[in-house]
Antibody, heavy 121, light 107 residues
């Protein structure tokens, strides 16, 4: 079964750090782009960033550039999101997803269940 | 950045109704348009990619159409399990963006 499982969420104080993990199974992880998407409570979806299958390219939304870092370990079938200098506005459910690059119209075809991050003092 | 405007933001409909949701892009996005369904407390689920291609396992009552900057998601006959929030997404250029969502409620 194709599956993504996030972990690592929790409560952290403003200015703090947190590392999210996403464990992939059921597909050849090393051949796919991956992505992080977040959703603040009661709000819509916001793309956070992408990483190429070999980690050689990464893209981020402006609001997290310089604070968040996406990485992956293909040997462990794992995706990570290192979040530093956290702010209250980073409070959200964070989803990892598989980014299917078709070349003529891409999409996020597989999603994890999400992990909640709360930034509060 | 490419902005996506969904309309309506909320609609009330009955089982059996035909429902149409519109997504307008601030610039042309070719075929890089996907639609997702999200139920309360759950992760989004891919419904349609490349404007009109149904994801495997998605019922045929869902369809997508459009080109350029205007796109639509249509549910031909609403079923009870279709009450959810729907999002369009453009994957033409960074930053990737989602529409604001359309919540489909029971009338």
């Amino acid at each position: 079964e194709v599956q993504l499982v996030e972990s690592g969420g929790g409560m952290v104080q403003p200015g703090g750090s947190l590392r999210l993990s996403c464990a992939a199974s059921g597909f050849t992880f090393s051949t796919y782009w991956m992505t992080w998407v977040r959703q603040a409570p009661g709000k819509g979806l916001e793309w956070v960033g992408n990483i190429k299958h070999d980690g050689s390219e990464k893209y981020y939304v402006d609001s997290v550039k310089g604070r968040f870092t996406i990485s992956r370990d293909n040997a462990k079938n794992s995706l990570y999101l290192q979040m530093n200098s956290l702010r209250a506005e980073d409070t959200a459910v964070y989803y990892c997803a598989r980014y299917l690059v078709r070349g003529y119209g891409d999409d996020f075809d597989i999603w994890g269940q999400g992990t909640m991050v709360t930034v509060s003092s | 950045d490419i902005q996506l405007t969904q309309s309506p933001s909320c609609l009330s409909a009955s089982v059996g109704d035909r429902v149409t949701i519109t997504c307008r892009a601030s610039q042309g996005i070719s075929s890089y348009l996907a639609w997702y369904q999200q139920k309360q407390g759950k992760a989004p689920k891919l419904l349609i990619y490349t404007v009109s291609t149904l994801q495997s396992g998605v019922p045929s009552r869902f369809s997508g159409s459009g080109s350029g900057t205007e796109f639509t998601l249509t549910i031909s006959s609403l079923e009870p399990e279709d009450f959810a929030t729907y999002y369009c997404q453009q994957l033409k250029s960074y930053p990737l963006t989602f529409g604001g969502g359309t919540k489909v409620e029971i009338k």
